[in-house]
């Protein structure tokens, strides 16, 4: 399924490029090799671990899933970012190159895909990008261990990122337990 013309189309910079700049920059959205998440509305404040997940380029440039055969460019679905994990890109097969071309061929192939909450979602999207660029020399990333790894090894961009992502499960968790506590 690898569309060679897309490797073509994707700039040339060295893995120790005086150009590659790192640095997370929440306020401009840019999350060079990233993963990076956002709460979904009511899911969420239900299952704080589940959310919105998107993929970033060696430039920052964030790629998500957003629906039926739509993969959106620096405007996520649900929002900014909360949550981010920085992978290493030297990881990856071919480094900056094989990074952004691994997200660029995963973004064609979620183009011709219907969206579908419980199998082919944004996670799979991200999942795929990983697979196509051998991440850490493994070829079965999946949704769920892109999940669980998100939770473990995601940073919050900030204060307010944690509030958005916490704060409507704790409310409806107080508020269920005050209930219940009436009732009895």
Request: proline letters at 5%; aromatic letters at 12%; a neutral charge.
């Amino acid at each position: 399924m690898r569309d060679p013309d897309l490797l073509m189309n994707i700039p040339e910079l060295s893995n120790d490029s005086p150009e590659m700049d790192l640095s997370i920059y929440p306020e401009r959205k840019r999350f060079p090799f990233c993963i990076v998440w956002t709460p979904l509305p009511i899911l969420t404040y239900i299952l704080p671990f589940i959310g919105h997940m998107g993929i970033a380029t060696s430039a920052g440039v964030i790629r998500d899933f957003a629906g039926h055969y739509y993969v959106s460019e620096d405007n996520m679905a649900f929002g900014k970012p909360t949550k981010y994990w920085q992978l290493d890109y030297t990881k990856a097969k071919g480094g900056i190159h094989g990074w952004d071309a691994g997200i660029a061929e995963a973004s064609e192939i979620y183009k011709t895909k219907m969206h579908n909450l419980c199998c082919d979602n944004c996670h799979s999207h991200v999942a795929t990008a990983l697979n196509l660029m051998s991440y850490n020399n493994l070829n079965n990333w999946n949704m769920v261990k892109l999940a669980f790894l998100m939770l473990l090894h995601g940073k919050y961009v900030s204060i307010s990122g944690f509030l958005k992502t916490w704060l409507p499960f704790f409310i409806l968790v107080t508020i269920i337990l005050t209930l219940s506590l009436c009732v009895c």
